[in-house]
């Protein structure tokens, strides 16, 4: 199986600023990487579709970036809203997600 | 509206068994690759089992065997069988639904629709 690493597993961040989670591939994937946010009892929302293209109706201010092995989700000026937890997904074979990034109020 | 609504889960003893429904509205179950998706407190999601719209299946590792993904065109629901359960089956589970987008280059696929997913507690 391909091996999902996400970093950092939290992140501490106050409204306005911007942050970046990485997520590094246990082999090349291409732009095969999507990422995903979570909040409890909420739907899990699709952000980012290979790598880089934005899910319709998700605000601008995410955006990702990379391709093979290293990836990149980058959120500018933080919303309130935006307080979640992140997962990255590789889907060239037998999807698997990584660990997730919990993002924090500061 | 589109959307996917699972129901089912409950606390049940190691060895039960479980119905878990997915109910789906503004899309037909039978014409679109739907899976099931677990995900555990403290750990990462997993893709517990697919279905495509020709009927085929798959199912990871830890399940195989044990669990059952099937469909109700007529209810337009999708169900998920758990046989022998264990604790480590303890996760909210979720119904999603598989799109791709294709470009010059390849076929990318995603997860673009999720319910709210439903608690299994799997304890004595």
């Known amino acids: 199986d391909i091996q999902m690493t996400q970093s950092p597993s939290s992140l501490s961040a106050s409204v306005g600023d911007r942050v970046s989670i990485t997520c590094r591939a246990s082999q090349n994937i291409n732009s095969h990487l999507n990422w995903y946010q979570l909040k409890p009892g909420r739907a899990p929302k699709l952000l980012i579709y290979a790598a880089s293209s934005l899910q319709s109706g998700v605000p601008s201010r995410f955006s990702g970036s990379g391709s093979g092995t290293d990836f990149t989700l980058t959120i500018s000026n933080l919303q309130r809203e935006d307080f979640a937890t992140y997962y990255c997904q590789q889907s060239v074979t037998a999807y698997t997600f990584g660990q997730g990034t919990q993002l924090e109020i500061k | 509206e589109v959307q996917l609504v699972e129901s089912g889960g409950t606390l049940i003893q190691p060895g039960g068994s479980l119905r878990l429904s997915c109910a789906a509205s503004?899309?037909?179950?039978?014409?679109?690759?739907l899976s099931w998706v677990r995900h555990a407190a403290g750990k990462g999601l997993e893709r517990v089992t697919i279905?495509?719209?020709?009927?085929?299946?798959f199912y990871a590792d830890s399940v195989k065997g044990r669990f059952t993904i099937s469909r109700d065109n007529s209810m337009n629901t999708l169900y998920l069988q758990m046989n022998s359960l264990r604790a480590e089956d303890t996760a909210v589970y979720y119904c999603?639904?598989?799109?791709?987008?294709?470009?010059?280059?390849?076929?990318?696929?995603?997860?673009?629709?999720w319910g709210r997913g439903t608690l299994v507690t799997v304890s004595s």
């Open positions: 279905t495509y719209a020709d009927g085929t299946t």
């Open positions: 999603a639904r598989d799109r791709n987008t294709k470009t010059t280059l390849a076929e990318y696929w995603y997860y673009d629709l």
């Open positions: 503004g899309l037909t179950v039978s014409s679109n690759y």
